[in-house]
């Protein structure tokens, strides 16, 4: 969300464009540089502000934000009991939908435009990335993760010749840099929840 002091953004951006990359933002108390504008279709737009809504978004310097293939949001809904057991793939803010990074890395992944979004009264009725398909939520647009969903971890410095075409999510583990998350499961890096997210939905896992 800052300019890199060495100067090396132009560098990096230049390099996402060569690459379906997708950045992650951050919901925030007040939005720092300007977020990208997401690609959704939304039916009954009015009803946005029944989901999930923050007051800002932290986004990336333009360089980056509008070279890479796509922007989502990591954000969290812990239960009542601080447990994470579902996320929201759908966030407004400043009355626009902002995708999760989970949802938006399928989108790209499925090389599709847009996310189709119908709403109502009560939130979201429908949710679909049309070259996907549709996606099962409740109304606050929240899907139950599905931690049985498989994924395979490699350290930086022990990386494979060759990923096979998977997604991949870069995450660090480095302390005071990243925090695990607690789940129904025990304590996740934030990545590994992705991972999961992105199973429960490729898969079509509904709980």
């Given at each position: 969300s800052e300019q890199d002091r060495t100067g090396g953004d132009s560098a990096l951006g230049q390099t996402?464009?060569?690459?379906?990359?997708?950045?992650?933002s951050a919901p925030a108390q007040k939005t720092k540089n300007t977020p990208r504008v997401p690609g959704s279709a939304v039916i009954n737009s009015e009803f946005?502000?029944?989901?999930?809504?923050?007051?800002?978004?932290?986004?990336?310097?333009p360089v980056l934000e509008n070279n890479a293939a796509g922007v989502g949001i990591t954000n969290t809904l812990p239960e009542v009991d601080g447990v994470n057991r579902r996320v929201p793939l759908l966030v407004t803010v400043d009355g626009k939908l902002y995708p999760s990074l989970s949802?938006?890395?399928?989108?790209?992944?499925?090389?599709d435009s847009t996310v189709q979004v119908k709403m109502f009264e009560g939130g979201i009725e429908k949710m679909r990335i049309p070259k996907f398909g549709p996606i099962a939520t409740d109304s606050l647009g929240r899907i139950w993760i599905d931690w049985s969903q498989q994924s395979r971890s490699f350290s930086l410095s022990k990386l494979p010749k060759d990923l096979e075409g998977a997604i991949v999510i870069v995450g660090p583990t480095a302390a005071g840099i990243g925090n695990p998350l607690p789940t129904s499961m025990g304590a996740v890096w934030p990545h590994e929840a992705q991972a999961a997210v992105i199973g429960t939905m490729m898969n079509g896992v509904v709980i």
């Open positions: 996402l464009t060569q690459f379906p990359v997708v950045l992650s946005a502000d029944q989901i999930v809504t923050y007051p800002g978004l932290i986004a990336n310097v949802l938006e890395t399928l989108r790209v992944a499925a090389g």
